[in-house]
């Protein structure tokens, strides 16, 4: 039971540092980007060739695929998605599906279409007992790392000049502007780190989340509801959002595997009928 | 329904409900298509999949053109269909036309529930809810692979012969005809709706929904009623490619067909029904092209088509279809 729940956590947690990233694109540009997961699956296979093919040790692998993919995202912004802000949604939508069809089908071709794995340096592969509760190692590894991203996020968020800049862009980008900030510019390096983290996440999450071509598409709903249900204002909320739909999941599949992801799909409309803008949400500036 | 032109036959009103004309394009355009029956014997599996494609389009186009709702699970009702009329003809009553009635029957209920939950928020939740719609029927299909066949398909669906006279041959002969048939009669069932008072009231929300509303156009039940109608339209889509392959599987509920006719249809061009007809056939001959240079990568392929296509700007590339029509020809009202 507990062990459920600390799985539950482990894989919420890693559902937010995947997902963050496109909480901030929703709520900064109102763009809704379904090609987030393609930079996830873009860290996670950086790191299955870094370190299964090049030697690179695990760890070090890590921030590698948060600065690669961060770079991927801050080419990719001002070329590619910028010229689309204030296009409607449905451009965005098409555009976007694009992409992930590109992705899905370049590393389809570049690395075939079998499951890839990332192997675990020995001390993350055990399991051991806390107080009776079963742990995975490398669970615990993952809860740390994210734990500490959302901490240190939280604070870039509120205590830093960047962050109240990127406050503002998102409670109103006009007034923003006009006080003098530049919103493009903010949004850029948002843009990149959001990206980043999904690559980060991405690369922590091969092993749990299972990585292959289709990952973009698979994950592309769990992204949306922890953006629909944790509203795109705060950063608590998206986390409240993946911690439940990541023990939600877990439970789930424990207790009634036959359902699949059934439930979490039931759940997310009952909710987004109930409070069309997240549950978590606080009313926007707008 | 609030609009106006139903209660009151104004004559300032008159003009409103008046049909345009059926122009001489459009005559062309649905006798290339029987044409093709008899000019092509030898593609009408091709023909008949692109007479479904069209119908699937647009039924997306009455909402997503004419109501203004971005559906990403546009296939839940497409694959509702399928498998209502593959279940139907296998179960209890062969006869195909019956069975098209049930399955459209069948979506359109579905599609009456459901309706209520796209009248509600943002486009967003519109995007999540109805992708959400149709992962669920997804998983239930899955999961009842008792009746469904699951993953495997239903196999074993015996069509009987159309209007208990020709039978269905392997070469997709009688199956063309029949889905051109019912593509016909629906698409200008559409039309009328699309030019009546109600039409024009879906067009007036979709352009501006407050102001919709303070001239008396009940904005819900509009969006309800077309949205239903709509998923009728997706049902028979699937019913025909049911009974014309004999096969439904959980593809029919699949991501890739909501997305891929998002695409049909704007390649057509959203908001003019014949978008998704020309959309279709660009789209199904652009399909079997890039299949054959990639049979296994064909996908990314569809998707750079889809980046340039909103790269460019889907309303340049739309306006440029119908610039290759004679002026007197072109005309906004052309359905």
Known sequence: MLTILFDGIAYGMLLFVLAVGLAVTLGLMNFVNLAHGAFAMAGGYLTAVLSNKLGVPFLASLPLAFVFVAALGAVLEPTLYRPLYRRPHLDQVLFSIGLVFIAVAGVDYAFGAQQQFVRLPAFLRGRFEIAGVGVGAYRLFIIAICGVLTLVLQAVLTRTRFGSRLRAAVDDSRVASGLGIDVNKVFLGTFAVGSGLAGLGGALGAEILGLDPTFPLKFMIYFLVVVAVGGTTTITGPLLASLLLGIADVAGKYYVPKLGAFIIYCVMIVVLMIRPQGLFARPAGR | ??????????????????????????????????????????????????????????????????????????????????????????????????????????????????????????????????????????????????????????????????????????????????????????????RRIVHSPFGYGLKAIRD???????????????????????????????????????????????????????????????????????????????????????PQYWQGLIGLVFVVFVLVGRDRLARGFRALLPARWRGEDAA
């Open chain 2, 1 to 190: 329904m609030g609009t106006p032109g139903e209660r009151s036959p104004d004559a300032s009103l008159a003009g409103f409900a008046r049909q345009p004309r059926v122009r001489a394009w459009e005559v062309a355009l649905w006798t290339a298509a029987l044409a093709a029956w008899f000019l092509l014997p030898r593609q009408s599996a091709l023909l008949n999949e692109i007479a479904i494609l069209a119908l699937f389009a647009v039924s997306l186009d009455l909402i997503l053109g004419y109501g203004g709702i971005v559906s990403l699970g546009h296939a839940a009702f497409f694959g509702t269909g399928a498998y209502v009329a593959a279940l139907f003809a296998k179960h209890l009553l062969p006869d195909p036309l019956v069975g098209l009635v049930v399955a459209i029957a069948a979506a359109a209920l579905l599609g009456a529930i459901t309706s209520v939950l796209v009248l509600r928020g943002t486009d967003l939740t519109r995007l999540m809810v109805t992708l959400g719609v149709a992962l669920i029927l997804y998983e239930l299909a899955n999961r009842f692979d008792n009746i469904t066949g699951g993953a495997d398909g239903l196999r074993g669906v015996v069509m009987g012969p159309l209007l208990g006279l020709f039978a269905f041959d392997l070469g997709g002969r009688v199956a063309y005809l029949y889905s051109l048939s019912v593509l016909l009669v629906l698409f200008f069932v559409a």
């Open chain 2, 208 to 294: 501006n929904a407050r102001r919709a509303t303070a001239i008396g156009i009940g904005q819900n039940a509009q969006l309800a009623i077309v949205y239903t109608i709509s998923t009728a339209y997706a049902g028979a889509a699937g019913a025909l490619l049911a009974q014309t392959t004999g096969f439904a599987s959980l593809d029919g509920y699949d991501f890739h067909r909501s997305a891929d006719v998002l695409l049909v249809l704007v390649i057509g061009g959203v908001g003019w029904l014949y978008g998704g007809v020309i959309g279709a056939v660009v789209f199904t001959l652009l399909r079997d092209v890039l299949s054959t240079i990639t």
